[in-house]
């Protein structure tokens, strides 16, 4: 395909690092968007503040790049006054799950029609390095100097157990499910989260000594389970893993849907 | 602005939804190719398309340029927040909100703002029957602040009572746009209950 239609070719380059997941996650997206042959112009794409949410400014979308945490509010906002967009979030782990984390759950909650895509690089890469609520227990950042004293974040579950109709996790190895994931995520009505586990050599990588950019790409080769798969698989197996692909795809109300029932009830009183 | 507002429950009147006269933010004319979303013009306001429209702009939180993306360009940063804060300054008169009572003659005044209001109206008319010419203003706005107008009253009047739910906040700005035409006193309360009138009341005949 061809992907120049689909980005701002003077805002290049790109701030991402080499070695780093953003890019390869960015062109799922816009093998998705193509694929559903989506109109450019009903696409809104919203971020918060981070290395992911540098996303927006590259494609030529309607592109919205919010304060830290925020940017599923600002696209709850923009869903419910523009219901005929579709509208895309790209936030990473600390955006997603720390400043923001009651935002997602309350969208979650509320199955708002939004496709959500978190890059999960397991720390903030941008801001300077800080542990963030999916930094793996006992691994070290520039605010964990003695490793990490707090339990893990699993953003997919937390989403699942918030209400959300739609939530699978792919890594940017395996670039064909990420691009099928994102496609469905977006084909869903109802609230929809992808967890995208994408590695940040410079950040994450160097302080952890996990060697060259390609070997934490290699890693994620490594750990990934097929969901199916994972099934027949004890919890001492999967310890280390990353379980891949949908995770939940269910039939729940949505939240405009329910909305403009309430609004068309209002309206013949 | 205070706890009290925020519980009190009380009429209003809403205008029927058919006299609402609506203000929408101006559109641009120009083709989406052409389209600047922050270009500066005299209006210092520039038209902001709709999401959706064709329009496929971009909109951060960050210093940007009249394009809207990111910049660290320092004249660029300059210029918007020069223009941002020119907005503000060209359209103050409208922004400002407060509303007069019995100033026209008053010898002392009270500045209050929030729930410290009705105290202070109910203190304004024991002292009217008392033949005492009190006037009031209620500022709706706190920034841009009313400056102009407090100056003017302060020429006008030997002392401001400036009541407030707190240790003195107002108080300052109050004293600061006097410009020491007029003595400032302070009505003060900390107890998480309102201002009794008497005490208000009690302020306004130390002036006297």
């Given at each position: 395909m061809d992907y120049m239609p689909y980005l701002r070719k003077d805002k290049f380059p790109h701030i991402w690092c080499e070695g780093c997941g953003d890019g390869i996650a960015l062109k799922a997206i816009l093998r998705a968007i193509d694929n559903l042959k989506l109109d450019k112009d009903k696409i809104a794409m919203v971020s918060g503040i981070g290395c992911s949410s540098?996303?927006?400014?590259?494609?030529?979308?309607?592109t919205l790049h919010t304060t830290h945490g925020r940017a599923i509010a600002f696209a709850t906002g923009l869903k419910m006054a523009r219901s005929d967009l579709h509208v895309i979030v790209v936030t990473g782990d600390g955006d997603a799950t720390a400043i923001g984390g009651n935002h997602l759950i309350h969208a979650a909650r509320r199955n708002i029609d939004l496709t959500v895509l978190v890059y999960n690089n397991h720390i903030y890469g941008m801001t300077g390095g800080q542990v963030s609520p999916t930094t793996p227990m006992g691994d070290f950042a520039t605010t964990a100097p003695y490793g990490g004293l707090e339990n893990t974040f699993d953003i997919a579950g937390l989403t699942i157990a918030a209400g959300a109709s739609f939530v699978a996790r792919s890594t940017v190895y395996h670039t064909t499910m990420l691009e099928r994931i994102i496609q469905r995520a977006m084909e869903k009505r109802g609230f929809s989260l992808v967890e995208i586990m994408s590695p940040c050599p410079t950040a994450y990588g160097k302080i952890n000594k996990r060697g060259a950019p390609k070997q934490l790409i290699l890693d994620q080769k490594n750990q990934a389970v097929r969901i199916e798969r994972s099934k027949s698989m004890t919890q001492q197996e999967l310890q280390g893993k990353i379980i891949t692909g949908v995770l939940i795809d269910r039939e729940l109300p949505e939240y405009i849907q329910t909305y403009d029932k309430v609004i068309a009830q209002a309206q013949i009183r | 602005m205070d706890e009290i507002i925020g519980h009190v429950y009380e009429k209003v009147n809403l205008p029927d939804p058919q006299d609402i006269q609506i203000i929408n933010r101006k559109k641009p004319d120009t083709p989406p190719d052409k389209y600047l979303p922050y270009q500066n013009d005299e209006s210092l306001i520039p038209p902001m398309a709709n999401f959706g429209d064709g329009y496929r702009y971009h909109v951060t939180?960050?210093?940007?340029?009249e394009t809207g993306f990111p910049t660290n360009d320092t004249p660029q940063i300059e210029a918007m927040l020069t223009r941002l804060n020119s907005k503000l300054d060209k359209y103050k008169d409208e922004i400002i909100a407060f509303e007069e009572t019995e100033t026209e003659d008053a010898k002392i005044g009270i500045v209050t703002f929030g729930s410290s209001s009705r105290s202070s109206r109910h203190a304004l008319r024991m002292a009217r029957a008392e033949g005492l010419k009190v006037g009031m203003i209620r500022m709706q706005t706190l920034w841009p602040f009313p400056t102009e107008r407090i100056f003017q009253l302060a020429k006008q009047v030997s002392h401001i009572i400036v009541p407030e739910l707190n240790l003195g906040q107002i108080a300052h700005e109050v004293e600061h746009a006097a410009r020491g035409n007029s003595e400032i006193l302070r009505v003060n309360r900390i107890t998480g209950d309102p201002i009794p009138p008497d005490e208000i009341f009690a302020k306004i005949k130390e002036c006297v």
């Open positions: 540098r996303t927006p400014g590259y494609v030529d979308f309607n | 939180g960050l210093v940007h340029d």
